[in-house]
């Protein structure tokens, strides 16, 4: 586990590299093949794991990832979501994630 300035400076002196070794994706939605279209390409997946469910929402919903009730905050999230669709990346097909923070649940759901 390392901060972002952590992560660059191992990436830069060759402590870590950046492509993973294995990657294993973890769904509770397993579906037909082919899943079109798909976001990562099978050849890049090693491990399939399927769960009942990803997460604990009582957990995970806590601290920073808190949603906020400030209403600054909603207010910014609403503006900072008018600005992202106002551009011209902003169509059908667009691939959006958003932080942890309680700002970017609301923007989120925005979207």
Not at 5 to 20: C, D, K, L, Q, S
Not at 39 to 46: G, L, N, S
Not at 70 to 91: S, W
């Amino acid at each position: 586990m390392r901060s972002h300035g952590g992560r660059v400076r191992a990436i830069i002196t060759g402590e870590a590299h950046i492509h993973a070794d294995k990657v294993a994706a973890i769904t509770g939605c397993l579906v037909p093949f082919p899943n079109y279209p798909a976001h990562i390409p099978m050849q890049r997946v090693d491990y399939i794991c399927v769960v009942d469910e990803i997460g604990d929402p009582a957990k995970i919903a806590t601290g920073a990832a808190k949603p906020t009730t400030d209403q600054r905050k909603l207010l910014m999230a609403e503006y900072c979501t008018q600005v992202v669709a106002n551009t011209p990346y902003f169509k059908d097909g667009l691939s959006y994630q958003t932080g942890v923070g309680g700002l970017t649940k609301p923007m989120g759901n925005l979207f």
